[in-house]
DNA sequence: ATTTTCACTTTCAATTTGGAATCAAAAATA
DNA sequence: TATTTTTGATTCCAAATTGAAAGTGAAAAT
């Protein structure tokens, strides 16, 4: 499953070795809305990921150049999780999950999220660029 | 990792409950290219799935009605898979995760893969009419 | 000085996977 | 007609991955 044995020369399954799991995706996804995160941050979504599997993902985007970690301005224990402009172009993928999800999973899905689907109907190239600013 | 157990409301962790592992994709993937294909045509795309993992997924994505399986007009043993409207839907997003490919791992993707995606930058709407049709 | 918080790491049972072998029915071939 | 091959699976199982809980060590808060 590591980015440097690709099953094929398709781009798809290639996307697919790198990110196709439950939560790396997600990963992105917090990033993605808040902009930044810290370790604590990510183990608190809804999801509730293990810190263990937490911890392989954000190596593995570290890795990747998906996304970047700095140290906290002030408190020398936090990091701060940022995307990087790599991380950022799989806005559009993900987005695009979010209006199959709209449309399929309707009785589902949070009334928050559907606002922000019937937003991307709207609009998707400014709400693209504000997710990826 | 069945679809009545999701995570929480949000759709982007929905769809991955669903779709989120390194094969559902390719599957719907291989019918967008082609159409319709039989357990065979699955088997013999370059990435090789097991037939116990194509078994699994062609019965998962057909439970979902992304999907469905037909008789072969002539041949009682073969079957032909193809993709509802539902499963025709998972394009928008597939494509875009050929154009991060295609961005982020040009050297390794095919230089048809890279001319598929050359046509998909230059129209979009196109592309995507067509593998939906 | 002690307790709490944060970012992990360790451990390990349970689940999922990949790969090979096997199966039954239908079709093709001899 | 008999036998071989093809197709669409299913079975088996070792290896890999996961989820959940507990532990660690350093820094921050009390």
């Given at each position: 499953?590591?980015?440097?044995?690709f099953?094929?020369t398709?781009?798809?399954?290639?996307c697919?070795d790198?990110?196709?799991?439950?939560?790396?995706?997600?990963?992105?996804?917090?990033l993605?809305?808040?902009?930044?995160?810290?370790?604590?941050?990510?183990?608190?979504?809804?999801?509730?990921?293990?810190s263990?599997?937490l911890?392989?993902?954000?190596?593995?985007?570290?890795?990747?150049?998906?996304?970047?970690k700095e140290?906290?301005?002030?408190?020398k224990?936090?990091?701060?999780?940022?995307?990087?402009?790599?991380?950022?172009?799989l806005?559009?993928a993900?987005v695009e999950?979010?209006?199959w999800?709209n449309?399929?999973?309707?009785?589902h899905?949070s009334?928050?999220?559907k606002?922000?689907?019937?937003?991307l109907?709207?609009?998707?190239?400014g709400?693209?660029?504000?997710?990826?600013?």
């Open positions: 499953m590591s980015e440097d044995s099953r094929s398709c781009p798809i399954s290639s697919l790198l990110y196709g799991d439950k939560w790396t995706l997600l990963v992105v996804r917090d993605l809305y808040h902009g930044s995160r810290t370790f604590k941050d990510f183990l608190e979504s809804d999801e509730h990921i293990s263990a599997r911890a392989e993902r954000l190596k593995k985007l570290e890795r990747l150049e998906a996304l970047t140290n906290h301005p002030t408190n224990k936090v990091f701060i999780y940022k995307l990087t402009q790599k991380g950022k172009d806005a559009p993900i999950l979010i209006a999800g449309k399929y999973l309707v009785e899905v009334e928050e999220s606002a922000f689907a019937k937003n109907e709207l609009n998707k190239e709400v693209l660029k504000e997710l990826m600013k």
